[in-house]
T-cell receptor, first 115, second 114 residues
Framework: DTEVTQTPKHLVMGMTNKKSLKCEQHMGHRAMYWYKQKAKKPPELMFVYSYEKLSINESVPSRFSPECPNSSLLNLHLHALQPEDSALYLC??????????????FGDGTRLSIL | AQKVTQAQTEISVVEKEDVTLDCVYETRDTTYYLFWYKQPPSGELVFLIRRNSFDEQNEISGRYSWNFQKSTSSFNFTITASQVVDSAVYFCALSRQGAQKLVFGQGTRLTINP
């Protein structure tokens, strides 16, 4: 079983809906990540939080809004998404120190479909 | 700029065959880290191994082995006596010291047929 838990596993939403993806880890990690993965492609980094502060935003459209309420939780708020946003959204976490060296641990992902 | 190339898009072998997945990387950094991840159909990326740029020792873990050669900028992954459960997409990735961003290769889809 993965130590990074993502909910929901599947989400279907219309373009006018507002929904949120949730991610939780209890490994004491202080860095958390959101990735987007399209079929047959590698994951693409969206956001990174380090010690609950946003450290990287890979020029993601504002219809995606991340939030890190505490060191164990990471949310991704979705609003007015487009059909091309349909993808697998992966959350990951890693130790906050020794950046680059620490492996990232991934959740199972949320499969998002935009109608 | 950093880059990871996995030239093999898809590999299909029969169970019990040995199979090697190739990974070639580009970086100007002297300190960097290489990773392999496995992504089964369930979606989760499973961390398999990390290699530091200053440690060229090969590693073996059960049926898995990794060959790191700085001279050819390669970090290849071999599965011995493959099993159906090894079927997955495998990603090689690179990160620089101090960075939180992983540079992924395009992945190799491995299918092990019974």
């Amino acid at each position: 079983d993965t130590e990074v838990t993502q909910t929901p596993k599947h989400l279907v939403m219309g373009m006018t809906n507002k929904k949120s993806l949730k991610c939780e880890q209890h490994m004491g990690h202080r860095a958390m990540y959101w990735y987007k993965q399209k079929a047959k492609k590698p994951p693409e980094l969206m956001f990174v939080y380090s010690y609950e502060k946003l450290s990287i935003n890979e020029s993601v459209p504002s219809r995606f809004s991340p939030e890190c309420p505490n060191s164990s939780l990471l949310n991704l708020h979705l609003h007015a998404l487009q059909p091309e946003d349909s993808a697998l959204y992966l959350c990951a976490s890693s130790h906050g120190d020794h950046r680059g060296r620490q492996p990232q641990h991934f959740g199972d992902g949320t499969r998002l479909s935009i109608l | 700029a950093q880059k990871v190339t996995q030239a093999q898009t898809e590999i299909s072998v029969v169970e019990k065959e040995d199979v090697t997945l190739d990974c070639v990387y580009e970086t100007r950094d002297t300190t960097y880290y290489l990773f392999w991840y496995k992504q089964p159909p369930s979606g989760e990326l499973v961390f398999l191994i990390r290699r530091n740029s200053f440690d060229e020792q090969n590693e073996i873990s059960g049926r898995y082995s990794w060959n790191f050669q700085k001279s050819t900028s390669s970090f290849n992954f071999t599965i011995t006596a493959s099993q159906v459960v090894d079927s997955a997409v495998y990603f090689c990735a690179l990160s620089r010291q101090g960075a939180q961003k992983l540079v992924f290769g395009q992945g190799t889809r491995l299918t092990i047929n019974p």
